[in-house]
């Protein structure tokens, strides 16, 4: 399958660059896809280096750099944003529960007053 602008999948977005989201990104980009947006906050290491597909000159490079790269060498017209942070779950504010109930029968459901 080959991303064109026709097609509807024309970007991706790929969270955590381990070993397998990198590969996740080198075969979207050998696939063609035109857009990626690579985000991960980690560093490669020595440690991680073989187990995650990086080669020997990407220790102590952030892993959305090095991966971008690899990618680039695969698809050279592709589009990269690389995003070098962590992303953590908000803490979403506290909402009144409002229990829900059918009116008439019908598929809508109102707001009940709170008893």
């Known amino acids: ?11 991706a977005t790929i969270i955590g660059l381990g070993g397998i989201g990198r ?15 690579l985000v991960d906050a980690g560093v490669v290491t020595r440690r991680t280096q073989l187990r995650e597909g990086y080669v020997y000159d990407d220790i102590g490079r952030p892993k959305v750099h090095a991966a971008a790269q690899a990618c680039h060498q695969l698809n050279p017209k592709l589009e990269i944003h690389s995003v070098a942070e962590t992303l953590s779950a908000r803490p979403r504010p506290r909402r009144r529960h ?12 109102t707001p009940t007053a709170d008893r």
């Open 23 to 37: 590969q996740v990104a080198l075969q979207l980009a050998t696939l063609g896809m035109p857009r990626l947006q």
């Open 1 to 11: 399958m080959k991303a064109s602008k026709s097609s509807p999948v024309g970007r």
């Open 98 to 109: 409002v229990p829900l109930s059918r009116v008439g029968g019908g598929p809508t459901c």
